[in-house]
């Protein structure tokens, strides 16, 4: 078996009281150029405690946006205060200055998980090249809900996908049916028998889903699931750790088997097999840390007797080995572990924070901030798909590509990144953020949004009209990236608009718009460009023209409709 070494790259942060106090906190810790991090207090971001959040890019420009979902802690605020607030990366030129948009405009229910282990994650389900958002809230209701995404202008369009769901766990994005849509997992504590504290909720592709929980699926509470291919056959299986009946710990695992008409079916893979550590409370990553072509575990939480972060490295049996050296801080109940490759290299690093306890080992502070850097070896970066091609069917473009190919990992254990990039406009997509110039990718999570080996194709609309370059890259088991294989062709005019209802219709006929609305009066319509500037005011049944091709969102005041994106040729 290959051994993972993992140094520590980056000095530990302190939050004791002896430095900043017990208070909520919130810190930027940026790069310093020399491997390390550097710390910015003063960045106008919300203090808060029992935090998630995510780094993604709402509006397709390019920079990485922050979501935060959090309470108070008791200290300066409330524990029963809670938030979920989205923030605008302002870019290079404004030193990357992180801005919250405004409540009011992002449409969020300000509520949070009854824990912080994982109840948020990012994707596309509606295939119109904006990502949206998943949570899983306790407002009363234990609830799944749906932000999707306004073409990009810091509005979303709020659905509940399930309000008698789960809680306490966590949801991931992922095509567990490779059927090219996403679909959700959610696993928590449920008062639902039939589910279990586990469900899937199979996505149908225009931001609606259908509930699902196929035997023998069960589900935990105070713990974590994800979605990664443990097996190597394209299909994202499920990792579960956490509390089940009579407080009992489980690392289970369910491997994806879909049946002859592609519905998934499962089969348990669990301890007495797997030779995974039950624990509750922390997290699950899945990559291949060793880069040997195989899937291995990273879990964080508590086995009964300690708390820690255990590593498993898979045996060519489908078996796990745990590294008994335990080369990561035993960061307990109160911290998490993230991946990312931090140094580019095509290994995937652990970034973990929290609380050590009195336990902590010599040269750890008692609520570190580290990065243990990946140094297993060089692992071969995969090769690009070596054809891409790209077609307008209506209002979408088709994007197919043939296989890459890696020096370890088979072709069909590959997975895939996809871009799609407006060339007039500038404005660029991608499935998971990354510089398509290089093809790094800029996160470590929401990773099971990338398409499978077994599909190796997309359908998305196009981001306007006009000139596109659509990019496909090649990931192995590590998630080291190819570089992005391109393909280019002409968008003619699209039609009609996202968040569609009977409320009320868009017409287009060139540059000229109508809003129809079947209502007993009249109501002002206005239209906007992506970023929030008016650009036209009529009435419902009164036709405008627009000055300019373009994209746009259209809203009427006294309609039941969300707002509208329409893009004009």
Same mark, same amino acid.
């Given at each position: ?24 906190? /919130? ?19 919300? %203090? ?14 390019? #920079? ?5 979902? /959090? ?20 870019? /290079? ?9 405004? !409540? ?46 306004? *073409? ?35 696993? *928590? ?12 909720? %199979? ?30 056959? *394209? ?60 899937? !291995? ?40 572990? #993230? ?5 580019? !290299? *095509? ?45 307008? !069917? ?49 996160? @470590?999570?929401? %990773? ?15 981001? @306007?009209? @006009? ?21 280019? %062709? ?8 996202? #968040? ?70």
């Amino acid at each position: 078996m290959k051994k993972l070494t993992i140094l520590s790259a980056a000095a530990a942060i302190s939050l004791s009281a002896g430095a900043v106090g017990w208070d909520e906190m /919130a810190i930027l810790a940026r790069p310093d150029g020399n491997g390390g991090l550097t710390y910015d207090y003063d960045n106008r971001i919300q %203090l808060t405690s029992f935090t998630n959040s995510i780094f993604f890019d709402y509006n397709n420009d390019g #920079n990485l946006d922050l979501l935060i979902m /959090a309470s108070g802690g008791d200290w300066k605020i409330p524990r029963d205060t809670k938030f979920l607030i989205l923030y605008e990366n302002l870019g /290079a030129d404004a030193g990357f200055e992180m801005r919250r948009v405004p !409540d009011s405009r992002t449409g969020f229910i300000q509520a949070a998980d009854e824990a912080w282990l994982n109840p948020v994650t990012v994707g596309d389900v509606n295939g119109d090249g904006y990502t949206d958002i998943v949570t899983m809230t306790y407002r009363g209701d234990r609830c799944i809900d749906l932000y999707l995404n306004n *073409g990009g202008d810091g509005s979303f369009t709020h659905k509940v996908i399930d309000n008698k769901a789960m809680t306490n766990g966590a949801v991931t994005l992922g095509d567990i049916d490779c059927d090219g849509n996403l679909d959700i997992l959610a696993n *928590g504590w449920s008062a639902d028998s039939d589910v279990k504290g586990m469900a899937i909720y %199979l996505g149908n592709g225009d931001g609606t889903f259908t509930k699902t929980a196929p035997s023998p699926l069960w589900g935990t509470f105070e713990g974590h699931s994800t979605l990664a291919d443990i097996n190597g056959d *394209g299909t994202l299986d499920i990792i579960m750790t956490g509390h089940g009946d009579g407080w009992s710990r489980h690392a289970k695992i369910f491997l994806n088997t879909p049946g002859a008409d592609g519905t998934p079916q499962f089969t348990l893979f669990d301890e007495s097999k797997s030779g995974l550590t039950p624990l509750n409370l922390g997290n699950v990553l899945a990559a291949d840390f060793n880069a040997d072509g195989l899937t !291995d575990l990273a879990l964080c939480g508590n086995d009964g007797n300690a708390t820690g972060v255990r590593m498993f490295y898979q045996n060519t049996d489908g078996s796990f080995t745990l590294d008994t050296a335990y080369p990561i801080c035993p960061v307990n109940t109160d911290g998490a572990i #993230n991946m990312a490759d931090w140094d580019a !290299d *095509g290994n995937m690093d652990i970034i973990v924070g929290g609380y050590l306890g009195t336990n902590a080992p010599a040269g750890c502070y008692s609520t570190p901030l580290r990065i243990y850097r990946n140094t297993s070896g060089t692992n071969s970066r995969p090769e690009a798909p070596p054809t891409v091609t790209a077609r307008q !069917d209506g209002d979408f473009i088709e994007i197919t590509w043939s296989d890459g190919s890696d020096d370890v990992t088979p072709a069909k254990a590959l997975r895939y990144n996809v871009f799609v990039r407006n060339d007039a406009t500038g404005e660029t997509f991608c499935v998971i953020p990354a510089d398509i110039t290089t093809g790094a990718l800029k996160v @470590g999570t929401d %990773l099971a949004t990338s398409v499978s080996g077994a599909l190796k194709s997309l359908r998305i609309r196009p981001l @306007g009209s @006009g000139p596109h370059t659509v990019g496909v890259q090649t990931l192995d088991q590590s998630f080291a990236p190819s570089a992005f294989t391109t393909a280019t %062709l002409d968008i003619a005019g699209v039609s009609n608009v996202s #968040n569609d209802s009977n409320a009320l219709t868009i017409l287009t006929d060139g540059l000229t718009v109508t809003a129809v609305s079947n209502a007993a009066s009249d109501s002002d319509v206005l239209i906007y460009s992506p970023d929030g500037r008016l650009c036209a005011a009529t009435l419902t049944n009164m036709p405008v023209t627009l000055p300019s091709a373009g994209i746009y969102i259209v809203t009427a005041a006294a309609t039941t409709s969300s707002p509208k994106k329409i893009m004009l040729k």
